[in-house]
């Protein structure tokens, strides 16, 4: 296997779900980053049931937009959560855009999800340097 990259960002469940299956290209966020290249994705420990909700709604109404692809996300408990669950390409940073997934401040454009094998691992605020944990557990 090629090594992972040094880098993650950390992003609550369901959207790393988003980004790894269901085509989200976009990660919204209040920030901006000229960081370009392969990082790991880190699903956070952390998720409320308004948070699962609040994604659901927002596939909902991207499958109304587009009939021909329904797509879905899995209950909370089948989601793997505090750890390394792929790796994705961050292409750009822009402050609009055409995707439906865009609505923040700021859209990290991103590029070829690569889901790995969950790795057990600790996130952090920002572009974070992630080590996996000893004994495995978040």
């Known amino acids: 296997m090629t090594p992972l990259p040094e880098l993650a960002i950390s992003i609550r469940q369901p959207w790393t779900h988003c980004i790894m299956e269901l085509g989200k290209d976009i990660e919204n ?4 980053t000229n960081f370009r290249g392969r990082i790991c994705i880190h699903a956070a420990l952390g998720m409320t049931r ?9 596939v ?31 292409v750009d940073c822009v402050s ?7 609505f923040g ?7 070829d999800p690569q889901p790995v094998p969950f790795i057990p691992a600790r996130g952090a605020l920002g572009l974070f340097k992630w080590q996996p944990l000893e004994g495995g557990v978040a």
């Open 29 to 32: 966020r209040n920030w901006k």
């Open 96 to 102: 609009d855009s055409d995707s439906p997934w865009f």
């Open 105 to 111: 401040k700021y859209g990290f454009v991103l590029r």
């Open 50 to 58: 308004d948070e699962h909700a609040d994604c659901l709604a927002t």
């Open 60 to 90: 909902a109404a991207i499958n109304r937009l587009f009939p021909d692809r329904v797509m879905t996300v899995p209950t909370r408990a089948n989601l793997q959560r505090g750890g390394i669950i792929g790796t994705v390409e961050i």
